[in-house]
Nanobody, 122 residues
Framework: QVQLMESGGGSVQAGGSLRLSCVAS?????MGWFRQTPEKGREGVAA???????VYAYSVKGRFTISQDNAKNTLYLQMNSLKSEDTAMYFC???????????????????WGQGTQVTVSS
């Protein structure tokens, strides 16, 4: 069983930055960040593969950076140059099953946090 707790969301003006954190308890093979809006549904933002390589959605590549601190059992998402379209509820996710190769698809993950809201005003 993996428990995930996100923090770091908030309101920021366009062009600003935020850093999300996700503290995890329990074993997982890979972790990622997703976001959800009523219009777009849930979409993958970034993930760290089982080998440690990061992957990003095209819409955030070059602006967001995913990282993890294994000593603190914490996953981070540094978000720079934020845009209004980044406004969403952001979720941390963890997968304990064998990796199928779909890092940015929600069905790859079997544990989810409660989410943290990010609002970007233009």
């Amino acid at each position: 069983q993996v428990q995930l707790m996100e923090s770091g969301g908030g309101s920021v003006q366009a062009g600003g930055s935020l850093r999300l954190s996700c503290v995890a308890s329990g074993y997982s093979r890979y972790m990622g960040w997703f976001r959800q809006t009523p219009e777009k549904g849930r979409e993958g933002v970034a993930a760290i593969l089982p080998g440690g390589a990061p992957v990003y959605a095209y819409s955030v590549k070059g602006r967001f950076t995913i990282s993890q601190d294994n000593a603190k059992n914490t996953l981070y998402l540094q978000m720079n140059s934020l845009k209004s379209e980044d406004t969403a509820m952001y979720f941390c996710a963890a997968g304990s099953r064998p990796y199928l190769g779909w890092a940015l698809r929600s069905y790859e993950y079997n544990y989810w946090g409660q989410g943290t809201q990010v609002t970007v005003s233009s």
